[in-house]
């Protein structure tokens, strides 16, 4: 069976070969026409390598340049919650050329939660949405609670308590909030860079719970050096058939999946986008890309454009709900 390290090394060769391809195609034909025609497109990410978006990128462009017959460069611009990835791909020509794959809170939550964005969401054309996910709470191995409810014990006990979130105005902070709100804790939240820095924190013990992404921790569970304390799906996930659903645990609040999409800076060509589009719902039906998704706990669900955007906006709706329930106040 595949594992997520199986799956690591792999990507990790393909983006090698994307590279080099993409560097031999460039220096073949006229610069201007090979760059809209045959030369590389650039996916952009806002996380850093190895996290569960990155995976699903690289994973989607491997299968995916070889229907577009053009090599897919995966680049991953981080920080600032996968702004400064969107911020670049909004500067970039609307050409084709340059694509962004990106969880929903950058589009549909930071408009609500940032006083201003270097960029703006109405920028962006969507493309395709691929997959959703769903957070998981954990703590590390030798915390001194097992269970959601002895945490809020010790924490109310204690007057003290840390969660660790990879991105502030996500939906990962505001389950955090949520459940600091319902329990009437003072839970103090701390950023990290990405998944893989936020990972490192809990397991050092540097914060007492992270919340991300389940595939973040999907190898350290198996392993025994996390303890998975819930999910956010409304009903128990079946990767995690044991673990209780937060809902479940009396947080119907924190009921929440999110997806990831490509998106385009607007003014994109329609047919760029439509080849976009196709390759990557083509590119999803291929065993490998079927198999990183699982590996990663992902729920593929392929929407095209129109039907991505209105999906979009309804996480809008969400994310305001949530800002609403948790007195949030805007983010400098």
Same mark, same amino acid.
């Given at each position: ?21 993409? $560097?031999? +195609? ?10 809209? /025609?045959? %030369?590389?497109? #650039?996916?952009? &990410? !806002? ?105 809020? $014990?010790? +924490? ?10 990879? /991105?502030? %105005?996500?939906? #990962?902070?505001? &389950? !955090? ?105 083509? $590119? ?49």
């Amino acid at each position: 069976m595949s594992t997520r390290r199986d799956f690591l090394t792999k990507v990790g060769a393909s983006a090698a070969v994307m590279r080099f391809a993409g $560097a031999g +195609a460039a220096l073949t034909g006229s610069v201007a026409a090979h760059a809209q /025609s045959n %030369g590389p497109i #650039t996916m952009v &990410v !806002g996380f850093p390598p190895g996290g569960g978006p990155d995976l699903v990128a690289r994973a989607v462009a491997e299968a995916g340049q070889r229907e577009l017959n053009r090599p897919i460069v995966v680049q991953n611009k981080t920080g600032a919650g996968g702004r400064i990835a969107l911020d670049w791909l909004g500067n970039q020509a609307s050409d084709g050329s340059a694509f962004g794959l990106t969880p929903a809170a950058m589009l549909a939550s930071y408009p609500h939660v940032y006083r201003k964005l270097s960029y703006d969401s109405n920028n962006f054309d969507p493309v395709c949405k691929i997959c959703d996910y769903h957070v998981s709470v954990v703590t590390r191995s030798d915390s001194p609670f097992s269970t959601l409810k002895e945490f809020a $014990a010790w +924490a109310k006990q204690s007057k003290r308590g840390t969660f660790g979130v990879p /991105s502030r %105005g996500s939906g #990962t902070d505001f &389950v !955090g909030n949520l459940l600091s709100k319902a329990e009437d804790l003072a839970l103090e939240p701390i950023l990290y860079r990405g998944g893989p820095q936020l990972t490192q924190a809990v397991l050092a013990g540097e914060v007492d719970l992270a919340i991300n992404l389940s595939s973040n921790f999907v190898e350290l569970a198996k392993a025994g050096k996390v303890k998975v304390l819930a999910v956010s799906t409304a009903a128990r996930s079946p990767f995690s058939p044991d673990v209780p659903t937060l809902a479940e645990l009396g947080y119907p609040d924190l009921v929440f999946e999110e997806s990831i999409g490509i998106v385009a800076k607007k003014g994109t060509p329609e047919n760029a986008i439509l080849r976009m589009q196709e390759a990557v719902q083509k $590119a999803m039906g291929e065993a490998s890309v079927r198999n990183a998704l699982q590996i990663l706990e992902y729920r593929p669900d392929f929407l095209p454009a129109k039907q991505y955007g209105e999906d979009l906006a309804a996480a809008s709706e969400r994310y305001k709900a949530f800002i609403q329930k948790t007195n949030f106040q805007p983010l400098d």
